[in-house]
C-alpha cells in the first residue's frame, strides 16, 4: 500500500510557475507508476500527466510544453513543474498511484487528498 502526499500548491498571478511535490510511503514507490490529475470546481478530474519508474512520461496534449513531471525514486517523490500558468489551470491537483501508467482515473489505486492550486488573472 502507498500513501501519498502532495504539497506546493498556493496562489499565484497569470503567467507564473509552481512546483508540486508528492512523496510516497509505505510500500515500494519504484514499482509503481504515478501520476497527477486536476479537477476544477464543477469538472471532472482531469489527467495531467504520468511517469514510471524509468523516467518515461505521458503528458496531456492541451498541457505539452508548460507541464513537466519528473521522479526522484531515492526520494520517492515525484514533482510537478507548471509554467506560464493561466485561470484555467485553477483547480485541485491530485497525485496518484497505479500498476500501469494510463491517462485514465480508474487505473490508479492510490490517490493522495489533493493540493489546491489557483491562478489569479
Known amino acids: 500500500q502507498v500513501q501519498l502526499v502532495e504539497s506546493g500548491g498556493g496562489l499565484v498571478q497569470a503567467g507564473g510557475s509552481l512546483r508540486l511535490s508528492c512523496a510516497a510511503y509505505?510500500?515500494?514507490?519504484?514499482?509503481?507508476?504515478l501520476g497527477w490529475f486536476r479537477q476544477a470546481p464543477g469538472k471532472e478530474r482531469e489527467f495531467v500527466a504520468a511517469i514510471d519508474w524509468s523516467g518515461a512520461k505521458i503528458l496531456g496534449e492541451s498541457l505539452k510544453g508548460r507541464f513537466t513531471i519528473s521522479r526522484d525514486n531515492a526520494k520517492n517523490t515525484v514533482y510537478l513543474q507548471m509554467i506560464s500558468l493561466t485561470p484555467e489551470d485553477t483547480a485541485v491537483y491530485y497525485c496518484a498511484a497505479g500498476e500501469r501508467m494510463s491517462p485514465l482515473v480508474a487505473h490508479y489505486d492510490y490517490w493522495g487528498q489533493g493540493t489546491q492550486v489557483t491562478v489569479s488573472a
Open positions: 509505505g510500500s515500494t514507490f519504484s514499482s509503481y507508476f
